[in-house]
């Protein structure tokens, strides 16, 4: 089993930037998919980010940036320029194949509430 916590979640000001954390642990496999959804109220769950333990140690796309740091399991996820749709529950996941074919794991979401 493996379990994920997130955290960094809060309240901020539109055009802040935000850093979101999750931290796995359990049976990690050496190479694994981490990355981040989210859900907004009423809307279905959006993936963000994806980066795979061989795919370098951050990728950017637009306003999100993710990285990973493979000897701590963990991953992160900044948001620059904060805006009031991004208003949701951020979700972490991690996805690994073994003998029986693909197990994906989530963490419990944090929430980001973006308000003036």
């Known amino acids: 089993q493996v379990q994920l916590v997130e955290s960094g979640g809060g309240e901020v000001q539109p055009g802040e930037s935000l850093t979101l954390s999750c931290a796995a642990s359990?049976?990690?496999?050496?190479?694994?998919?981490m990355g981040w959804y989210r859900q907004a109220p009423g809307s279905q769950r959006e993936m963000l980010a994806t980066l795979h333990t061989d795919q370098g140690t951050h990728f950017t796309q637009g306003r999100f940036t993710i990285s990973r740091d493979n000897a701590k399991n963990s991953v992160f996820l900044q948001i620059r320029n904060l805006k009031p749709e991004d208003t949701a529950v951020y979700y972490c996941y991690l996805r690994q194949t073994g003998i029986l074919g693909d197990h994906v794991y989530w963490g419990q979401g944090t929430q980001v509430t973006v308000s003036s």
């Open positions: 359990g049976n990690i496999f050496r190479l694994n998919t």
